[in-house]
């Protein structure tokens, strides 16, 4: 039984830094594709924000250069630092994570997500 459990969330102003994490359990992040998405207010979608899969790692355009993602293998544990926040990164920030090692941008490609931390800048 795949779970996926976020934390790391708050309240920041803009230009400030956040780091989320997400521990797996019954799942191992080296061998499958994982990211990030978010939900922002008012939205129905969600959108990707950044993907890694052994080794490479890949960023949506609006995030690039802000936002940094990593692996602690021992603790099975994937990070996101958020520099530089804005108020537009303000939503609810989800770790997903597929069966397979291709990456997609699709939310509607992840079978395994977490619950979910508020991010919110202002």
């Known amino acids: 039984d795949v779970q996926l459990v976020e934390s790391g969330g708050g309240l920041v102003q803009p230009g400030g830094s956040l780091r989320l994490s997400c521990v797996a359990s019954?799942?191992?992040?080296?061998?499958?594709?994982m990211g990030w998405l978010r939900q922002a207010p008012g939205k129905e979608e969600r959108e990707g924000v950044v993907l890694t899969r052994a080794g490479s790692s890949f960023y949506a355009d609006s995030v690039k250069g802000r936002f940094t993602i990593s692996q602690d293998k021992a603790e099975n544990t994937v990070l996101l630092q958020m520099n530089s926040l804005q108020p537009e990164d303000t939503a609810m920030y989800y770790c997903a994570a597929r069966r397979v090692l291709a990456c997609s941008w699709s939310p509607a490609d992840f079978g395994y997500w977490g619950q979910g931390t508020q991010v919110t800048v202002s």
């Open positions: 019954g799942y191992t992040y080296s061998s499958h594709c």
